[in-house]
């Protein structure tokens, strides 16, 4: 009896090891996603666009994109940098894994139902062609299901009773 629990022990730690794995690869790649922000603007001419903002609706903007860019670094950071903290037992931790997990479902599910009907209706936009944009935007997809998984399965460890 006692190698079972030996062996299941070992097989928790594996888990938990490769759980910390993909955290660390989940939390770059937000990173990476976080200072892709900063050129996003540039690739889809945001300046042109806020233009036809008032000020104030422009700066808004500008602040919201900032501190979604701002979210995802600190997350990616956690991630990247402190793993053991999301897989560590704690009400905190499921809190904070439960509602990434959250954000990323409703990422999943808004990309769709928003953004692709608004693209298929601009044909002659030049910086945003619907034909082109597959490959991005079901990477996009791959990814964010990638997060659910990964964040999911860290959400899921906090509620395994050993």
Known sequence: MGNGAGAGKIAARGTTLMLALLLRLSGASLIVLSLFHGVLGRVLDWKKDTKKLTPLNARIFAVHTFFIAFVLLMLGLLSFGYPRLLLDRSDL????????????????????????????????EPRVRWEGTWVIRGGNMLLWIAYIAVYGAAFLRQWRHE
Not at 98 to 118: C, E, K, N, S, T
């Open 93 to 124: 931790a499921r809190l904070l894994l439960g509602a990434v997990v959250l954000f990323w479902v409703l990422r999943l599910v808004i990309q769709p139902l928003i953004f692709d009907p608004v693209m298929r209706q601009q044909p002659g």
